[in-house]
């Protein structure tokens, strides 16, 4: 277990970076879990961690990277956006990748 200091909060993270606490998470959290990853959130990237949060917590299971294409796809990429695209956007794991900084429960990420 680990943990990341957000505005002088402590955000404890389990052994592979996911939260312990859907509740913690912020777009200041969202923002370190990228940088230590190396990305620069744009709008693209944040549309679609904003609807994998919105997502979970009305339906309490991560979306599928079909239905995230489906519903904003158009918002990820002027064209048709496929999982090409989501993997473009998140390059560490595409829906995985994304769900992580969304702050999704880990065990709940490995449906993507």
């Keep these: 277990m680990s943990v990341i200091q957000i505005e002088g909060k402590s955000i404890s993270l389990n052994k592979y970076g996911f939260l ?22 744009a709008e693209c990237h944040w549309e ?5 949060r919105d997502y979970y917590a009305e339906n309490e299971i991560p979306a599928p990277s079909r239905v995230m294409i489906k519903v904003i796809g158009h918002k990820l990429n002027e064209f048709r956006c496929t999982n090409d695209d ?3 956007l998140f390059p560490k794991g595409g829906c995985k990748q994304a769900c992580r900084i969304a702050g ?3 065990y709940y990420c ?3």
Excluded: Q
Excluded at 48 to 52: E, H, S, W, Y
């Design 20 to 41: 312990d606490n859907f509740e913690d998470w912020s777009e200041e959290v969202g923002e370190a879990l990228a940088e230590g990853d190396h990305l620069e959130l």
């Design 86 to 88: 989501l993997k473009r």
């Design 48 to 52: 679609a961690i904003r609807f994998l």
């Design 104 to 106: 999704l429960p880990e």
């Design 110 to 112: 490995n449906a993507c």
